[in-house]
């Protein structure tokens, strides 16, 4: 069931102006994270007063925004997880998320909210997988010896910093220059990369709180 539809009064009304909000709060914050909530409401064409019904507070919406692209990672990379073979389901994976957009508003709202004890699990499984992932394909034979779980995130952020006006043609030179890279990562008799992969928690420092 989905934007409520199949849902009786005010509780299908109420799914539809949520599905309304979240649609409406993505675009409004990819182009500026700062935006207030009103713009997000106007946007959306539903009242402040619905808005603030479901989301009490910015960063509660933006605290739903960022948990629901880490439950599409967690999905794509269940999904491909069920891939045979290691290498074609590294490849489904990053391709996945590429499609799915994740990591443009990831990127952008870091640091604009504090992550619930749920979203820090849920990053934990999704690294998890992710390295799963990059294990079978350095097992199937095919992946770059020195490419590690580490590269992963930059490598989507580097796909997701691709952005024109037409989505489709975002969504097609998104998807060229993840071919690319994936040409170079395919070579397991590479020579090395011209420096290592990011250190644990390297990144960590974007995800501090913003005061």
């Not at 491909?80 to 994976?93: M, S």
Request: hydrophobic share 45%.
């Amino acid at each position: 069931m989905r934007g409520g539809a199949g849902l009786p009064g005010r509780k299908g009304q109420a799914a539809r102006n949520d599905g309304l909000i979240l649609a409406a709060a993505r675009e409004v914050f990819l182009e500026d994270p700062k935006a207030p909530v009103a713009a997000v409401a106007e946007r959306a064409g539903v009242g402040i007063s619905a808005l603030y019904r479901r989301y009490a507070a910015k960063e509660d919406l933006l605290r739903k925004l960022c948990h629901d692209g880490l439950k599409t990672f967690i999905q794509e990379a269940e999904d491909a997880g069920g891939v045979n073979d290691g290498w074609e389901a590294f490849t489904t994976f990053l391709r996945g998320i590429v499609d799915a957009d994740v990591h443009s508003l990831t990127v952008h709202l870091a640091g604009t909210f504090e992550p619930t004890a749920d979203m820090m699990a849920d990053a934990v499984r999704a690294n998890e997988l992710a390295g799963a992932l990059v294990e079978r394909a350095h097992a199937s034979g095919r992946l770059r010896r020195d490419f590690a779980v580490a590269d992963v995130g930059l490598l989507l952020e580097a796909c997701a910093a691709i952005r024109l006006p037409d989505r489709e043609r975002t969504a097609q030179l998104r998807r060229r220059y993840l071919g690319l890279a994936l040409d170079g990562m395919d070579r397991d008799d590479a020579g090395p990369l011209p420096g290592p992969a990011p250190r644990r928690g390297e990144l960590n420092w974007r995800w501090a709180r913003s005061q």
